[in-house]
């Protein structure tokens, strides 16, 4: 049942990835283009992503664990550090320049042929790479 949900969940969130336009390169680049061609449609996306997540974010506080049964994860600190502001930047810089982020990247697989899988490797071998110097450093 849980792969099942699973399944379905992350169908849905492709689906709402490839209707809002957050997995067309192109536009995701024009909302980051602040100087330029700006592109604001995609702010309705993000605001929309915002709301639900606050919603879901309230009702962990009344439950203890999810409808199938797996505890809810620790809410992320609100602490604005170091760490914080550089991975935002390297974020965004890698973003604005490829026009992906992990999700779309994710969908891309399907679609975005070598450029695509290029990006989703590099993404997989970062996150990688910032686990064992995470672990190097304790």
Request: hydrophobic share 55%; charged share 10%.
């Amino acid at each position: 049942m849980r792969l099942l949900i699973s399944l379905l969940a992350g169908g849905l969130f492709g689906l709402g990835l490839m209707v809002s336009g957050m997995t067309d390169v192109t536009k995701v680049q024009g909302w980051l283009d602040v100087f330029g061609a700006w592109d604001p449609t995609l702010a309705f996306v993000l605001g929309g992503a915002i709301a639900p997540m606050a919603v879901a974010w309230r009702l962990t506080t009344r439950h203890s664990s999810a409808v199938l049964g797996a505890p809810f994860p620790p809410k992320p600190s609100i602490t604005i550090d170091r760490s914080l502001i550089l991975g935002a930047v390297l974020f965004g810089t890698g973003w604005a320049l490829v026009g992906f982020c992990p999700g779309p990247a994710m969908a891309s697989l399907s679609y975005g042929g070598a450029q695509g899988l290029a990006f989703f490797a590099a993404m997989i071998a970062g996150m990688v790479a910032l686990g064992l110097l995470r672990r190097r450093a304790q």
